[in-house]
T-cell receptor, first 112, second 113 residues
């Protein structure tokens, strides 16, 4: 009964490939996020969705495209992967817009 | 970009001591503050939230908030080796519909037996 689950946990791929990360939450939250944690452990928001609507789109390359088919799911698709995309990507959800976020287990993406 | 600064670590304390973790933030109007614990290779886990000035206690953890000084801290009493982790301070974007959390860079805590 994992609250926020994302797959895969590890992803190793070559430069130039396209990959997707899936996220699902069973908490009934309206808001979902993608965060990126770099090698220095700094967590930074990438995207936020509220009720399937995109409300935050930070300055990330347009090779990154989130998709929310419904309130419980938020997927991240990445085109033309680059070495600098290597990081841990966390999905999160929250019950409201100024409340705490609950994180998935993370996807460690390594681009070689 | 709103700033969230944490005291530089790493912080090392003996078992049973009090560990003190500090955080300052740049947006004076911020209303919601959170402390997360992140073990190596794991995801951030919420341990405390605080919204009003003063202290909030939960077991061995006490969060302190001073909005006038734009300062929030976390005290861990009777520190245990299992408390060894990186502690992340987070501040919610205020009064908007954006809902993002701004994170500090974390303070790595080691509790030695």
């Amino acid at each position: 009964d994992t609250a926020v689950s994302q797959t895969p946990k590890y992803l190793v791929t070559q430069m130039g490939n396209d990959k997707s990360i899936k996220c699902e939450q069973n908490l009934g939250h309206d808001t979902m996020y993608w965060y990126k944690q770099d090698s220095k452990k700094f967590l930074k928001i990438m995207f936020s969705y509220n009720n399937k609507e995109l409300i935050i789109n930070e300055t990330v390359p347009n090779r990154f495209s989130p998709k929310s088919p419904d309130k419980a799911h938020l997927n991240l698709h990445i085109n033309s992967l680059e070495l600098g995309d290597s990081a841990v990507y966390f999905c999160a959800s929250s019950p409201g817009l100024e409340t705490e976020a609950f994180f998935g287990q993370g996807t460690r993406l390594t681009v070689v | 970009q709103k700033e969230v600064e944490q005291n530089s670590g790493p912080l090392s304390v003996p078992e049973g001591a009090i560990a003190s973790l500090n955080c300052t933030y740049s947006d004076r109007g911020s209303q919601s503050f959170f402390w997360y614990r992140q073990y190596s290779g794991k995801s951030p886990e919420l341990i405390m939230s605080i919204y009003s000035n003063g202290d909030k206690e939960d077991g061995r953890f006490t969060a302190q908030l001073n909005k006038a000084s734009q300062y929030v801290s976390l005290l861990i009493r009777d520190s245990q080796p299992s408390d060894s982790a990186t502690y992340l301070c987070a501040v919610a974007d205020r009064g908007s519909t954006l809902g993002r959390l701004y994170f500090g860079r974390g303070t790595q805590l080691t509790v030695w037996p």
